[in-house]
């Protein structure tokens, strides 16, 4: 295979050729004298090696353009960082197949990028569930021995030994729900628009908490107008996302303390926020544009004794975004946070 300096060597030789065979015959056959033939030939060659001067003038550019893009493209295949030089000039053609070329590596490489983010958040995940998993099957398994063996015998003992594999159970159903919701995430699952009663809405979710919130002794005050009028939204995610981040709440506060939920409505833009408001342990400034990524986790030490698979915000934050909603975090260290939900309010159905 010719390089295209070679071509072009190839073409003005073969074409030079050509030339002195077509003046030979012409000489041959009395068209044109000796002394004629003899200046033809010769300007002919001039004229030739001017060209083929003036060619390698325009054509060294690209040549030179053409084997940067194939430095650039094995670069490319064995995935190493290549600079583009884009003070090298170049005609328009190949300028546009540069930026072409550097806009399609510049996709894959995002495209890969993002591959390879994913495939290390699902590891962290895997490994985050199996260290969480652990804890609570250890705690069952101990707890059913010491019964089984006679090692629990006093009845107040027993008791608890029942309570703490209700918990631990309750804990690995958290953890198994956590893991369904996020294999859903991304299954394009649809929703219908439902007629939303806020107060009934907000029995549906505090009910199953009543039991736990008087065990804590905990005090949870519900703050909206009365004047909010029902309204079309999707349910099932709203529902999830108040229950996430109400359980996140009762997760990083103590016993005793205060949790509100409060609810406001701007009837300018038809919105409603519902924000819950804890009196925990907070989130330091740094850390609170993370708190809604799927591997992160407020608690760095992992501390196990606040269940789950820390998967709870970006489930929310997920579920957010596919009804067109959004969460905010205002916390302060110590103090407590507050999560607030805002979403559309429809007045008709679609």
């Known amino acids: 295979m010719f390089s295209i300096r070679s071509q072009i060597i190839i073409g003005v030789i073969s074409s030079v050729i ?8 012409a000489y041959k056959l009395m068209w044109f004298n000796g002394h004629m ?22 054509i060294n550019p690209l040549i030179q353009k053409i084997k940067q893009f194939n430095i650039k493209t094995k670069q490319f295949i064995n995935h190493e960082k ?25 996709e894959i490489n995002n495209q890969m990028n993002m591959i390879k983010n994913e495939q290390q958040e699902k590891t962290e995940i895997i490994q985050n569930l199996a260290h969480d998993l652990k804890t609570p099957l250890a705690g069952i398994r101990s707890y059913s021995e010491g019964l089984r063996d006679g090692v629990i015998s006093d009845p107040q003992e027993v008791h608890e030994a029942y309570e703490i594999l209700i918990k631990q159970a309750n804990r690995l159903s958290i953890l ?21 009663q806020l107060d009934q809405l907000l029995v549906n979710i505090l009910q199953p908490y009543e039991q736990h919130i008087k065990q804590e002794n905990r005090t949870l005050e519900v703050n909206f107008c009365t004047d909010i009028d029902a309204f079309y939204q999707y349910r099932p995610p709203i529902e999830r996302i108040l229950t996430n981040l109400l359980d996140n709440a009762l997760k990083f506060s103590n016993s005793g303390s205060r949790i509100d939920i409060i609810i406001s409505e701007c009837k300018e833009n038809d919105v409603i926020s519902i924000s819950i408001k804890d009196e925990g342990i907070g989130i330091v400034p740094e850390l609170q544009s ?27 934050n997920e579920l957010a975004q596919q009804i067109d ?26």
């Open 18 to 25: 050509l030339t002195t065979i077509i003046l030979v015959i």
């Open 37 to 58: 033939t003899l200046t033809l030939a010769i300007t002919t060659m001039i004229a030739s090696c001017l060209t083929l001067s003036i060619c390698s003038i325009f």
């Open 82 to 106: 290549f600079i583009d030089d884009e003070t090298f000039q170049s005609p328009r053609e190949i300028k546009e197949l540069n930026d072409s070329f550097n806009k399609m590596a510049y």
């Open 176 to 196: 198994f729900d956590d893991i369904t919701h996020v294999i859903n995430l991304n299954t394009g699952r649809s929703y219908p628009l439902e007629l939303i």
């Open 290 to 316: 993370r708190i809604f990524e799927r591997t992160f986790r407020v608690e760095d030490s992992r501390n196990t004794k606040t269940g789950g698979s820390g998967l709870g915000l970006y489930i929310a």
């Open 325 to 350: 909603a959004s969460i905010t975090v205002q916390s302060d260290l110590d103090i407590g946070t507050t999560m607030t939900l805002t979403l559309k309010k429809f007045q008709f159905k679609k």
